[in-house]
Antibody, heavy 123, light 107 residues
Framework: EVQLVESGGDLVQPGRSLRLSCAAS????????MHWVRQAPGKGLEWVSG????????DYADSVKGRFTISRDNANNSLYLQMNSLRAEDTALYYC????????????????WGQGTLVTVSS | DIQMTQSPSSLSASVGDRVTITCRAS??????LNWYQQKPGKAPKLLIY???GLQGGVPSRFSGSGSGTDFTLTVSGLQPEDFATYYC?????????FGQGTKVEIK
């Protein structure tokens, strides 16, 4: 059974940094692209970033480009999101999501999701 | 970016009803349209991929159709566990984008 467990969410002040982690199990992690998708309180889903199976291709939403960095450690079945220069509008539940394929050159297809980790940006 | 617009934003229905949700893309996305179900406090769940492919374990009362810019999700015979919010998602090009969601409530 696929399991994705996010961690690292917290209350942080605007301008500060935070690193999210996602521990994956139940599948061959390095065979699949992975993504971060967020959901602001009471709002819809917004894709944040994706990474190909071998980290060769990274993709970001314009809203986070230059501030967030996605990475993965295939040896430890882990996905990360380094978030810098956080803003109030980054407040959201951040989901880790598994792709059905290996690349992120298209729009992705998310067949498994974690339960999310909450990031709150406020002074 | 491709904009995805769902209608209606919410609807009230009874158990046993046939429910249809529409999703329109701002440009042609071929058949790269997917549907997710999200229940309160839970993560989204993939229901349908590539317009009409039923994800494993999803009941056959869920179906999808369409192509190009206009797509529909139909639930034939709504069950109590189907009351949730449904999102469409285009996987035609990056960035992936979602519709704003359709909340299906109990009448």
């Amino acid at each position: 059974e696929v399991q994705l467990v996010e961690s690292g969410g917290d209350l942080v002040q605007p301008g500060r940094s935070l690193r999210l982690s996602c521990a994956a199990s139940g599948f061959t992690f390095d065979n699949y692209a992975m993504h971060w998708v967020r959901q602001a309180p009471g709002k819809g889903l917004e894709w944040v970033s994706g990474i190909s199976w071998n980290s060769a291709y990274l993709d970001y939403a314009d809203s986070v480009k230059g501030r967030f960095t996605i990475s993965r450690d295939n040896a430890n079945n882990s996905l990360y999101l380094q978030m810098n220069s956080l803003r109030a509008e980054d407040t959201a539940l951040y989901y880790c999501a598994k792709d059905v394929g290996t690349t992120v050159t298209n729009g992705g297809l998310f067949d498994s999701w974690g339960q999310g980790t909450l990031v709150t940006v406020s002074s | 970016d491709i904009q995805m617009t769902q209608s209606p934003s919410s609807l009230s229905a009874s158990v046993g009803d046939r429910v249809t949700i529409t999703c329109r893309a701002s440009q042609s996305i071929s058949s790269y349209l997917n549907w997710y179900q999200q229940k309160p406090g839970k993560a989204p769940k993939l229901l349908i991929y590539a317009t009409s492919g039923l994800q494993g374990g999803v009941p056959s009362r869920f179906s999808g159709s369409g192509s190009g810019t206009d797509f529909t999700l139909t639930v034939s015979g709504l069950q109590p566990e189907d009351f949730a919010t449904y999102y469409c998602h285009q996987s035609y090009s990056s960035p992936p984008t979602f519709g704003q969601g359709t909340k299906v409530e109990i009448k």
